[in-house]
């Protein structure tokens, strides 16, 4: 079991946010917005499920399950909190979140389901946000300078969310889930992220004017497939999750550990 620590990020929200500020680039903008707007809905489901999940359990496997489970369902609950401020500001920029309504939509289907089903989408959608993280704190120069706080914002989530990666994955063994069903679960889920994100991104360049601009698609580009790009680094990860041996902790989080133990002046631990 993994010991979560609850931290309270010390970022002010108010300021506004600046039209480009994620390095000047449209396309990365776009792109970190898009997840954002994801984020409140997701974090929902998320701490739903696990919370489900761990009810499900057998008495002495609750106890074990329980400090982890609170940590998770902790710091979901305060990503959810800094991110539902984020995307306030967005709104003002006149961006559209079209992610929310739609996953609120295709979540009902859920209802009354086996809740392995939803542990297991929920370790598909960790396993996403993990090598995400892992990404951006390996190059968080992708981020820019020209907004500091969401530079932090970012990376402490990202933190975050390699610390936790196992939470999810761990409760669906021990209710019993196997292989087949997490495989399947992961195949749709790849397929549903990667639309989803593609489609409030263009969605969020539109609004912003930016969709039709060459630099846009240069830098899309550069970001995805160029020598530190984002599918390029993250492909080989993302495949791991398909063998049947697998476990997120053979994946390194020694980035999120540095950041955290380099970064502690930007939280605070919440004790219970």
């Given at each position: 079991m993994t010991d979560l620590v609850v931290r309270r990020l010390?970022?002010?929200?108010?300021?506004?946010?600046?039209r480009?500020?994620?390095?000047?680039?449209?396309?990365?903008?776009?792109?970190?917005?898009?997840?954002?707007?994801?984020?409140?809905?997701?974090?929902?489901?998320?701490?739903?499920?696990?919370?489900?999940?761990?009810?499900?359990?057998?008495?002495?496997?609750?106890?074990k399950f329980r400090a982890e489970v609170q940590g998770f369902v902790g710091q979901e609950a305060t990503h959810r909190r800094l991110h539902s401020l984020y995307n306030a500001h967005l709104e003002?920029?006149?961006?559209?979140?079209?992610?929310d309504a739609r996953a609120r939509e295709r979540l009902k289907v859920l209802q009354g389901q086996d809740v392995r089903h939803w542990v297991a989408i929920t370790a598909a959608n960790e396993h996403f946000t993990a090598i995400l993280a892992d990404f951006l704190l390996q190059h968080p120069d992708l981020l820019g300078d020209?907004?500091?706080?969401?530079?932090?914002?970012?990376?402490?989530?990202?933190?975050?969310?390699?610390?936790?990666?196992?939470t999810a994955f761990d409760l669906y063994r021990a209710l019993g889930g196997d292989?087949?069903?997490?495989?399947?679960?992961?195949?749709?889920?790849?397929?549903?992220?990667?639309?989803?994100?593609?489609r409030?991104?263009?969605?969020?360049?539109?609004?912003d004017?930016?969709?039709?601009?060459?630099?846009?698609?240069?830098?899309?580009?550069?970001?995805?497939?160029?020598?530190?790009?984002?599918?390029?680094?993250?492909?080989?990860?993302?495949?791991?999750?398909?063998?049947?041996?697998?476990?997120p902790s053979q994946q390194d989080s020694a980035a999120s550990r540095r950041w955290l133990a380099e970064h502690a002046s930007e939280y605070v631990p919440v004790t219970a």
């Open positions: 010390l970022v002010d929200m108010q300021a506004p946010i600046a480009h500020w994620c390095a000047g680039d449209a396309f990365r903008t776009a792109l970190f917005n898009a997840l954002s707007m994801s984020f409140p809905v997701g974090e929902q489901f998320f701490m739903d499920s696990v919370r489900n999940g761990f009810k499900a359990l057998p008495p002495e496997l609750q106890e003002k920029l006149g961006l559209v979140n079209d992610w020209q907004d500091p706080r969401l530079v932090t914002l970012w990376l402490w989530h990202s933190a975050e969310e390699s610390e936790h990666k196992c292989h087949e069903w997490r495989i399947r679960w992961m195949k749709r889920i790849t397929t549903i992220f990667l639309f989803d994100t593609l409030q991104t263009v969605l969020n360049l539109k609004r004017g930016t969709l039709w601009k060459w630099s846009t698609w240069r830098g899309a580009a550069l970001y995805l497939f160029g020598r530190r790009g984002l599918v390029r680094l993250t492909y080989g990860p993302w495949r791991e999750y398909f063998r049947r041996d697998f476990h």
